[in-house]
């Protein structure tokens, strides 16, 4: 077994909302989230709505601190955004002044890379995500298939070493998602990076991953990670037993929690007011 | 040949309106509809140019178009790097200081005029200043609210990536917020052209509101016509060419904008 690429040690975030009557209300949107990555790993995170996915992705990024422990990249400790870890945001985000091709430099541009090479890294990705027809095109002329694949691109011409995606291929419909999912694979088995992906659909958490992290409703922690063991390259009808079995162990993990529901609303409560 | 003239009709539809309406000037007053010497007919607004004089009237457009783009300059230095700094520096202060502003923004700058005369005295810095009392404001309010507007998902976005303050500034912020501060820029404009040929036919022995003024004075009718009649073109052709300068500076939202309109 290979080293851990990254290590999430007792990770917690709150959020402080304004202060009522004197006490700061303190919102705990993850608690003792810990998860070890291996490199080259493509893991899944799924998990309720709102129960801080994105937030986990966020301090991963460095985009927000974390209120206790700590995440490691290589041995050392996340302290802010870093260019070899490429993020695609829940939402395309892209800039809506700037064509395909200038999106997808913007992380260039920040490393300051030459324009001839910069030019040449942009048009190799553009054409990787299979957009090469659209790369002078501004975002609002294309599907939301396109506009995810450039987010994808965008994230991957800076040549990060880790990727975290949110929910990428949410807003697009089967086929497409189908046809990215694939993609994105193809990309994975070509550059080895290491990939936390987070989605709503068990399905494609399967698909995709080596191993599944299945998260507790709000606050967010880890209930359970699965191994997918099934080889591949997959079929992509994912009707399996192997595959039918893990979905069906998922979706009862998933489920328990939400019959646990009002036991958590309670629990959120009374840790509100601190 | 029929879809050349059909697509040519709807290009000039809204100039047949214009052309109906000037006609209207001509007939109503000559077929005596309506007293010609109140409504004085078109045509002999027209000969009223030679009477004023070609230069006389140049030097008038000129003169006030100069002090359109002096007070218009002034106020957006102001109020742009004004905006920036209280919307995207200090958004407390922002906050705290909003009443204040708007309180000041309703007062018309008509009323403070004598105030700064006695400050800044007779002649151009009076008339400069009460343009750009009237055009500081909605460049000011639109550049808070365009930054105020910026998606917080972008400025997230370029930040993964390890751009600095600056950058974000320069490449997220300004490019978000520049439809809404050309929105306010060009109101100001507007602001700034009907505000100097007020505070031209109050204090000032140049430009198109003297002319105007002087018109009045001496009851020259016709000229007062021609006066206004100037005044809208010249309004008319500033408004278009800020709007020329919008479309080229925007690309991006070009088909948004069209399917609009
Ligand atoms: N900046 C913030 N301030 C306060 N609360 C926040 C903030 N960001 C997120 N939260 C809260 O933290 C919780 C987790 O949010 P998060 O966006 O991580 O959920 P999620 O698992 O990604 O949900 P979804 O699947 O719907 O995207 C939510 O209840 C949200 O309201
Ligand atoms: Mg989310």
């Known amino acids: ?189 070509e550059t080895r990076k290491t990939i936390i992906f987070i989605t709503h659909s068990i399905d494609e958490a399967i698909f995709l991953s080596d191993r599944v992290a299945v998260m507790t409703s709000s606050p967010g922690s880890i209930k359970s990670i699965l191994s997918v063991d099934i080889e591949r390259p997959r079929n992509s009808d994912r009707a399996t037993a192997e595959f039918s079995s893990l979905r069906r162990e998922i979706w009862s993990l998933l489920q328990n929690d939400a019959a646990r529901g009002d036991e958590i609303e309670q629990e959120y409560c009374g840790e509100k007011a601190v | 040949m029929n879809r050349v003239l059909s697509s040519l009709h709807r290009r000039l539809a809204s100039v047949y309106l214009l052309i109906v309406f000037f006609a209207l000037w001509q007939i109503v007053p000559s077929a005596g509809f309506v007293n010609a010497t109140y409504l004085t007919p078109l045509f002999r607004v027209i000969r009223e140019i030679p009477i004023v004089g070609y230069f006389n009237l140049a030097t008038d457009v000129l003169i006030s178009l100069k ?34 502003l708007l309180f ?3 007062i018309p700058p008509f009323i403070l005029f004598p105030v700064f005369v006695i400050i800044f005295g007779v002649g151009e810095s009076g008339i400069v200043t009460v343009i750009i009392w009237s055009a500081v404001w909605p460049i000011l309010f639109n550049t808070i609210s365009g930054i105020n507007m910026v998606d917080p998902l972008l400025v997230k976005c370029a930040r993964s990536m390890c751009a600095d ?71 008319l052709a500033i408004n278009y060419l800020f709007e020329w300068i919008e479309r080229t500076l925007i690309t991006w939202k070009e088909a948004e904008r069209d399917a609009l309109a």
């Open chain 1, 1 to 189: 077994m290979s080293e851990n690429k990254i290590s999430i040690e007792n990770a917690c975030k709150y959020f402080y909302g304004k202060e009522r009557r004197g006490a700061a209300s303190k919102f705990v949107a993850i608690r003792n989230v810990s998860l070890d990555v291996r490199e080259g790993e493509l893991l899944s995170i799924v998990g309720p709505s709102g129960c801080g996915k994105s937030t986990l992705l966020d301090l991963l990024a460095g985009l927000e601190p974390l209120s206790d422990g700590a995440i490691y990249i290589d041995g050392g400790k996340v302290t802010g955004p870093d260019l070899r870890r490429g993020i695609v945001l829940q939402g395309y985000a892209l800039f809506p002044w700037r064509t395909v091709r200038e999106n997808v430099e913007f992380g260039l541009e920040i490393k300051d890379a030459e324009k001839k090479e910069m030019k040449e890294t942009s048009q190799h990705f553009i054409k990787l995500v299979g957009l090469e027809d659209f790369a002078d095109k501004y975002p609002h002329e294309l599907s939301g298939g396109m506009r995810q694949r450039v987010a994808l691109a965008r994230a991957l011409a800076y040549g990060p070493e880790i990727l975290l995606m949110d929910e990428p291929f949410a807003a697009v419909d089967a086929q497409t998602r189908e046809t990215l999912q694939e993609e994105l694979l193809h990309i994975w088995e």
């Open chain 2, 67 to 100: 002090r359109v783009a002096i007070g218009f300059l002034i106020s957006t230095a102001a109020a742009l790097p004004l905006g920036f700094v209280l919307a995207g520096a200090l958004p407390k202060l922002a906050k705290f200081l909003n009443p204040l």
């Open chain 2, 104 to 106: 000041l923004s309703q």
């Open chain 2, 165 to 235: 303050k600056l950058t974000i500034f320069l490449e997220v912020v300004l490019p978000s917020s520049l439809p809404s501060i050309m929105t306010g820029m060009r109101s100001g404009l507007t602001l700034c052209f009907l505000m100097l040929i007020g505070a031209e036919t109050m204090g000032a022995n140049s430009g198109m509101g003297w002319e105007i003024n002087m018109a009045q004075r001496m009851a020259v009718i016709p000229r007062i016509y021609l006066m206004a009649l100037i005044v809208a073109v010249v309004g």
